[in-house]
């Protein structure tokens, strides 16, 4: 098993570029999400799809777009990107919603100029 | 609003000695905690997880302590080895939530 991937691994855009995340997981999982994390801070949440079919908004969730393509790909999109949204980015995936454990991927790096 | 918050931002500990790292929470309604370890360039990896029924599980070399009363979690380590270097993170869900909150994390640096 892979796990969580997510592609691409780094990413720089310039400002007003728009791009497309991409996560896959392959554990039969039916939650998944997506976080940013900068320098110095936790993990915060953007997005998440509680089950196949559903999305919701995190902490975070302004600038960004997912979809919940099928059970196994959730995809994170920037319309307009903007010298803020420079961050790892990194999504992940759990059996449940509620109390279960998340699984993360490995991470894109993105750079907005 | 919720808050997961870390006492001390960096430890070093010398290889063989166990590592004690704390973490202080604000949600009290919380139901689900977890520490994360995340090595440099890598996504977090899950160490432990602990419900709120429990106030103490053990992993192999780790030990997740809940005291619910004062609203600490502490991880411990023992026999810390170069390869536990790394940044932990706490992290709770609130009561009835989808979201985790992460504390902003600790450094831990294992001298050889």
């Known amino acids: 098993n892979a796990g969580v991937t997510q592609t691409p691994k780094f990413q720089v855009l310039k400002t007003g570029q728009s791009m497309t995340l991409q996560c896959a997981q392959d554990?039969?999982?039916?939650?998944m999400y997506w976080y940013r994390q900068d320098p110095g801070m936790g993990l915060r949440l953007i997005y998440y799809s509680a089950s196949e079919g559903t999305t919701d908004k995190g902490e975070v969730p302004n600038g960004y777009n997912v979809s919940r393509l099928n059970k196994r790909e959730f995809s994170l999109r920037l319309e307009s990107a903007a010298p803020s949204q420079t961050s790892v980015y990194f999504c992940a995936s759990s059996r449940d919603p509620l109390t279960d454990t998340q699984y993360f991927g490995p991470g894109t790096r993105l750079t907005v100029l | 609003g919720e808050s997961v918050g870390l006492h001390l931002p960096t430890l070093s500990v010398q290889e063989g000695d166990n590592s004690i790292i704390n973490c202080a929470y604000s949600?009290?309604?919380?139901?689900?905690f977890i520490w994360y370890k995340q090595e440099s360039g890598k996504g977090p990896q899950f160490i432990i997880d602990?419900?709120?029924?429990?106030d103490k599980r053990q992993g192999q070399r780790v030990t997740v302590l809940l005291n619910k009363t004062v609203k600490h979690l502490s991880l411990q380590i023992a026999a810390t080895q170069p390869g536990d270097s790394a940044v932990y993170f706490c992290a709770q869900t609130g009561a009835g939530s989808y979201q985790l909150t992460f504390g902003k994390g600790t450094k831990l640096s294992v001298i050889p």
């Open positions: 554990m039969n999982h039916n939650s």
């Open positions: 949600n009290s309604a919380s139901d689900y």
């Open positions: 602990i419900r709120s029924n429990m």
